[in-house]
């Protein structure tokens, strides 16, 4: 951006701010209910989309948090400074929407949506019945010296800071660890990330804006009962607002906030009677003709995370084991898919678990890797025990892998999808940064591309510079040659050759034998869930039991 | 006596809510559509068999022969026009079940904003067949008990359907895998289609049911889906006898929280449960351990 250019795009942010700051001087009383309106739609969309967009989750519990906030301003209102009445309405959103999300926020979306169809629902009970029982009468008033004027400037501020938040947020870490979970949970969840912990904190964070507004929009009724501080709609328009005018970035909701309020405003004062059926009418356009909101239409970019920072450290060599498996079994109630099996693994080798299908190797890896917990039996990586950990604090220890079914995290780029697994690494080495990465893997020309529209073999290439990037001591590759064509195999086989001679870690599942020949310098051979036979590549391929189990024994 | 004053009405409820949650899961789990606009479709119904008895003094039970049928051929238009599009679009079932929220989200209040024009806010009810009948010291209107046979015999007939035939063992195929389907030559847009509106149909027969002995207003539909969509959780997506299961521990449950605590907190024990459910066993009552 050239100089001139610059200062009159800051003219023009200081003339819009000082308009919308002085508004209510020259506004009249009903075209300053309109600004309210817009505003406090702004603030709701926003922090909605901030939970919801990257995340994909949709909530429809806004009015829950919204209600709560107008609620705690209904009951303290009167009694304390309205700073305290503020912050005790940011408290109750926060420790609700901590609460709920606890139990809930672990579950995947489906559930997600109608738990929010119905906790606003159920709030709403128990607020009713709480006052029809304990206060004994079920609306309250609320008599405040809060002007309009100053319930907009409020409004305003409180837009401000959610927009800076936002915008903090999209810059951070969490903002792309977000976006990963979105994408693929359980990639992001092995790169480190930990879902769960993101997921509730955006959620809160999140939930504590929409108190706040309601909390500041109390004054504006004077009267207020359950069944107009929850009133479900509001959770209804938020969405679509949010969704018409892009949920995926900042500045989406409020494309769509503005010309709705308009339109709901002319609505109420003309159709008052088909509201509803008008409101439905648009709502399905909008998800028909308009998934990505009208900021999809300008094409407009997310936030972009440079790629860069150090990544893969070689590992550390010693004689220690760095993994020792021991007497680990798995059972899906009645079936044992892994059944004792015990090895160790010292730095710097490639070992390989081979086996018949449904012999249980990726079963084995993902107690490894903690995507299962192991039903019995201790898995120690340098020592530490990992049994019972998430996938995310595996992945932070130093335990990277890759996946059978390749998984990318498709709507973010190349560079991003590396940048996702360094985010939250603890070791931090001087190794290679994410392009080096990519260039080791052969993606170097393509950072900026979408994962989703990379070819087979370079998701699987994406996976493994994924996996470097966390640093890993030990990375685990479930698969990552099958399906390629001989000459990529070539590729793949140097590739991971380079990797080992590099002093990387690796425990490869694989049905290539060349492969296996070519790199490990151990195998161990499962079947029906047991080890029954280990030691080097050649030896163990002509093990009878071995030809049996894959070809059928004469007596089996 | 209280015990079976809970526990009778409780279960002719809970049948209400089986048969149901039967459609939804027809819906959901077959075509993979949540249709947020059931109970809107419910609450139609409801709205059909009073006015059609009101108006031309046709008994409830006359009226279903007319509702299925219309109601089946709404549905099915709606898949086709709107529904059966957005399962094209959608990358993976994740974004489909999203999109399908969105817009049975704009259905539901068009339904409902339709509804309130036609029938305002206020509640509705009709008498028919409420004879009162004392069972084991409780006393129960027959119109209860008629809507209770009722919904028995048509959940028991799409379970033999959906078990015993063709066309039902072709659907429950959808609903376990429908690429897997669509390989081994089963049409899944035209089943899929075909389910939605056997979803609609049996929302339809509860909703006539449910007006012989309720009182509703154009408003509750949302209720109803809560509660078809908590027993379908609750019994495990796409299981049948889970779903009738769920449903009578539903209704029980209601019924007795009603009773010894608060009407009002009905519905909060609904979703304590539910919650309850959901935590313990993400998958419901009678679902597969997730792998």
């Given at each position: 951006?050239?100089?001139?250019?610059?200062?009159?795009?800051?003219?023009?942010?200081?003339?819009?701010?000082?308009?919308?700051?002085?508004?209510?001087?020259?506004?009249?009383?009903?075209?300053?209910?309109?600004?309210?309106?817009?505003?406090?739609?702004?603030?709701?969309?926003?922090?909605?989309?901030?939970?919801?967009?990257?995340?994909?989750?949709?909530?429809?519990?806004?009015?829950?948090?919204?209600?709560?906030?107008?609620?705690?301003?209904?009951?303290?209102?009167?009694?304390?400074?309205?700073?305290?009445?503020?912050?005790?309405?940011?408290?109750?959103?926060?420790?609700?929407?901590?609460?709920?999300?606890?139990?809930?926020?672990?579950?995947?979306?489906?559930?997600?949506?109608?738990?929010?169809?119905?906790?606003?629902?159920?709030?709403?009970?128990?607020?009713?019945?709480?006052?029809?029982?304990?206060?004994?009468?079920?609306?309250?008033?609320?008599?405040?010296?809060?002007?309009?004027?100053?319930?907009?400037?409020?409004?305003?501020?409180?837009?401000?800071?959610?927009?800076?938040?936002?915008?903090?947020?999209?810059?951070?870490?969490?903002?792309?660890?977000?976006?990963?979970?979105?994408?693929?949970?359980?990639?992001?969840?092995?790169?480190?990330?930990?879902?769960?912990?993101?997921?509730?904190?955006?959620?809160?964070?999140?939930?504590?804006?929409?108190?706040?507004?309601?909390?500041?929009?109390?004054?504006?009724?004077?009267?207020?009962?359950?069944?107009?501080?929850?009133?479900?709609?509001?959770?209804?328009?938020?969405?679509?607002?949010?969704?018409?005018?892009?949920?995926?970035?900042?500045?989406?909701?409020?494309?769509?906030?503005?010309?709705?309020?308009?339109?709901?405003?002319?609505?109420?004062?003309?159709?008052?009677?088909?509201?509803?059926?008008?409101?439905?009418?648009?709502?399905?356009?909008?998800?028909?003709?308009?998934?990505?909101?009208?900021?999809?239409?300008?094409?407009?970019?997310?936030?972009?995370?440079?790629?860069?920072?150090?990544?893969?450290?070689?590992?550390?060599?010693?004689?220690?084991?760095?993994?020792?498996?021991?007497?680990?079994?798995?059972?899906?109630?009645?079936?044992?898919?892994?059944?004792?099996?015990?090895?160790?693994?010292?730095?710097?080798?490639?070992?390989?678990?081979?086996?018949?299908?449904?012999?249980?190797?990726?079963?084995?890896?993902?107690?490894?890797?903690?995507?299962?917990?192991?039903?019995?039996?201790?898995?120690?990586?340098?020592?530490?025990v990992l049994n019972g950990m998430r996938a995310h604090q595996?992945?932070?220890?130093?335990?990277?892998?890759?996946?059978?079914?390749?998984?990318?995290?498709?709507?973010?780029?190349?560079?991003?999808?590396?940048?996702?697994?360094?985010?939250?690494?603890?070791?931090?080495?001087?190794?290679?940064?994410?392009?080096?990465?990519?260039?080791?893997?052969?993606?170097?020309?393509?950072?900026?591309?979408?994962?989703?529209?990379?070819?087979?073999?370079?998701?699987?290439?994406?996976?493994?510079?994924?996996?470097?990037?966390?640093?890993?001591?030990?990375?685990?590759?479930?698969?990552?040659?099958?399906?390629?064509?001989?000459?990529?195999?070539?590729?793949?086989?140097?590739?991971?050759?380079?990797?080992?001679?590099?002093?990387?870690?690796?425990?490869?599942?694989?049905?290539?034998?060349?492969?296996?020949?070519?790199?490990?310098?151990?195998?161990?051979?499962?079947?029906?869930?047991?080890?029954?036979?280990?030691?080097?590549?050649?030896?163990?391929?002509?093990?009878?039991?071995?030809?049996?189990?894959?070809?059928?024994?004469?007596?089996? | 006596?209280?015990?079976?004053?809970?526990?009778?009405?409780?279960?002719?409820?809970?049948?209400?809510?089986?048969?149901?949650?039967?459609?939804?899961?027809?819906?959901?789990?077959?075509?993979?559509?949540?249709?947020?606009?059931?109970?809107?479709?419910?609450?139609?119904?409801?709205?059909?068999?009073?006015?059609?008895?009101?108006?031309?003094?046709?008994?409830?039970?006359?009226?279903?022969?007319?509702?299925?049928?219309?109601?089946?051929?709404?549905?099915?238009?709606?898949?086709?026009?709107?529904?059966?599009?957005?399962?094209?679009?959608?990358?993976?079932?994740?974004?489909?079940?999203?999109?399908?929220?969105?817009?049975?989200?704009?259905?539901?209040?068009?339904?409902?904003g339709a509804m309130l024009v036609a029938f305002g806010g206020?509640?509705?009810?009709?008498?028919?067949?409420?004879?009162?009948?004392?069972?084991?010291?409780?006393?129960?209107?027959?119109?209860?008990?008629?809507?209770?046979?009722?919904?028995?015999?048509?959940?028991?007939?799409?379970?033999?359907?959906?078990?015993?035939?063709?066309?039902?063992?072709?659907?429950?195929?959808?609903?376990?895998?429908?690429?897997?389907?669509?390989?081994?030559?089963?049409?899944?847009?035209?089943?899929?289609?075909?389910?939605?509106?056997?979803?609609?149909?049996?929302?339809?027969?509860?909703?006539?049911?449910?007006?012989?002995?309720?009182?509703?207003n154009a408003a509750m539909g949302v209720v109803f889906t809560?509660?078809?969509?908590?027993?379908?959780?609750?019994?495990?997506?796409?299981?049948?006898?889970?779903?009738?299961?769920?449903?009578?521990?539903?209704?029980?449950?209601?019924?007795?929280?009603?009773?010894?605590?608060?009407?009002?907190?009905?519905?909060?024990?609904?979703?304590?449960?539910?919650?309850?459910?959901?935590?313990?066993?993400?998958?419901?009552?009678?679902?597969?351990?997730?792998?």
């Amino acid at each position: 951006m050239t100089g001139p250019v610059r200062i009159l795009l800051w003219c023009a942010g200081l003339a819009l701010a000082a308009c919308l700051v002085t508004y209510p001087l020259y506004a009249n009383g009903y075209y300053l209910a309109l600004g309210i309106s817009v505003l406090y739609f702004t603030i709701l969309a926003t922090a909605w989309a901030m939970f919801s967009g990257p995340t994909r989750y949709i909530s429809l519990a806004t009015v829950a948090f919204f209600g709560l906030g107008a609620y705690t301003a209904a009951v303290l209102g009167e009694t304390m400074p309205w700073p305290v009445v503020l912050l005790a309405a940011a408290g109750v959103g926060a420790l609700t929407a901590a609460i709920t999300g606890l139990s809930t926020l672990r579950l995947s979306g489906i559930y997600f949506v109608i738990f929010s169809f119905g906790l606003a629902e159920l709030i709403r009970q128990l607020v009713i019945w709480y006052e029809v029982n304990i206060h004994k009468s079920v609306g309250r008033y609320l008599f405040s010296a809060v002007t309009q004027d100053v319930l907009y400037w409020q409004l305003l501020g409180l837009t401000a800071v959610v927009f800076l938040v936002g915008w903090m947020l999209g810059r951070s870490r969490y903002g792309l660890a977000l976006r990963a979970i979105g994408a693929d949970e359980t990639a992001a969840s092995h790169s480190g990330i930990d879902a769960t912990r993101i997921k509730l904190g955006v959620f809160i964070l999140s939930a504590t804006f929409m108190a706040v507004t309601g909390a500041v929009m109390a004054p504006r009724w004077t009267y207020i009962d359950p069944a107009i501080a929850f009133n479900p709609t509001i959770s209804f328009q938020v969405v679509i607002m949010a969704l018409l005018g892009g949920a995926g970035s900042l500045f989406g909701p409020v494309l769509g906030v503005i010309p709705l309020v308009l339109l709901f405003e002319v609505l109420t004062a003309t159709l008052p009677n088909h509201f509803s059926i008008v409101l439905g009418v648009i709502f399905v356009f909008i998800v028909m003709v308009l998934p990505n909101g009208v900021i999809g239409l300008f094409g407009a970019g997310r936030w972009r995370v440079p790629a860069g920072g150090p990544a893969a450290a070689p590992a550390r060599a010693g004689d220690a084991p760095l993994l020792a498996v021991d007497g680990v079994s798995k059972s899906f109630s009645g079936l044992r898919a892994v059944d004792g099996v015990s090895f160790t693994v010292t730095p710097g080798e490639i070992i390989g678990i081979i086996g018949p299908n449904g012999s249980g190797k990726t079963t084995l890896l993902n107690t490894l890797s903690g995507a299962l917990r192991p039903s019995s039996g201790t898995i120690r990586l340098g020592g530490i025990v990992l049994n019972g950990m998430r996938a995310h604090q595996i992945a932070r220890l130093g335990l990277a892998r890759t996946f059978q079914l390749v998984r990318v995290m498709p709507d973010l780029t190349v560079a991003e999808n590396v940048a996702a697994a360094q985010l939250f690494s603890t070791t931090n080495g001087s190794g290679a940064t994410a392009s080096e990465l990519l260039d080791l893997v052969g993606l170097g020309k393509l950072q900026e591309t979408p994962a989703s529209d990379l070819t087979y073999i370079d998701q699987k290439r994406l996976e493994l510079a994924r996996a470097l990037a966390l640093q890993p001591r030990l990375v685990l590759l479930d698969e990552w040659l099958a399906g390629l064509n001989p000459s990529e195999l070539e590729t793949g086989i140097a590739l991971i050759a380079k990797l080992r001679d590099r002093g990387l870690t690796i425990i490869m599942v694989e049905h290539v034998m060349d492969a296996i020949r070519a790199l490990c310098s151990h195998c161990i051979v499962m079947n029906a869930g047991s080890v029954i036979a280990r030691g080097a590549p050649e030896a163990v391929l002509s093990d009878p039991k071995v030809v049996a189990a894959y070809l059928g024994g004469d007596d089996a | 006596m209280l015990l079976v004053d809970i526990i009778l009405p409780g279960l002719v409820l809970g049948g209400m809510y089986a048969l149901i949650a039967l459609g939804l899961t027809l819906q959901y789990g077959v075509a993979r559509i949540m249709n947020l606009s059931y109970g809107e479709s419910l609450v139609a119904a409801a709205f059909g068999a009073f006015s059609l008895y009101g108006g031309l003094g046709l008994s409830p039970l006359a009226a279903l022969l007319l509702a299925v049928p219309v109601a089946m051929v709404l549905n099915w238009l709606l898949y086709r026009l709107l529904l059966e599009r957005l399962m094209r679009r959608g990358k993976d079932r994740g974004a489909q079940e999203i999109d399908s929220i969105l817009v049975t989200f704009g259905v539901l209040f068009v339904i409902q904003g339709a509804m309130l024009v036609a029938f305002g806010g206020q509640y509705y009810s009709y008498s028919y067949l409420s004879i009162p009948l004392t069972i084991m010291g409780s006393t129960l209107a027959v119109n209860r008990l008629v809507a209770l046979l009722f919904a028995a015999l048509v959940g028991g007939a799409v379970y033999l359907a959906l078990t015993r035939t063709r066309i039902g063992t072709a659907v429950r195929a959808i609903a376990v895998d429908a690429n897997a389907a669509r390989l081994v030559g089963i049409d899944v847009a035209a089943l899929s289609g075909l389910a939605f509106a056997f979803g609609g149909g049996l929302v339809a027969v509860g909703g006539v049911l449910i007006s012989m002995f309720l009182t509703f207003n154009a408003a509750m539909g949302v209720v109803f889906t809560m509660k078809a969509l908590v027993v379908i959780i609750m019994g495990g997506v796409g299981n049948v006898i889970g779903a009738l299961v769920a449903g009578l521990l539903l209704g029980v449950v209601e019924t007795a929280v009603a009773r010894l605590v608060d009407p009002g907190l009905t519905l909060a024990a609904t979703y304590a449960l539910f919650l309850g459910v959901l935590v313990i066993k993400p998958t419901g009552l009678f679902g597969r351990a997730a792998s």
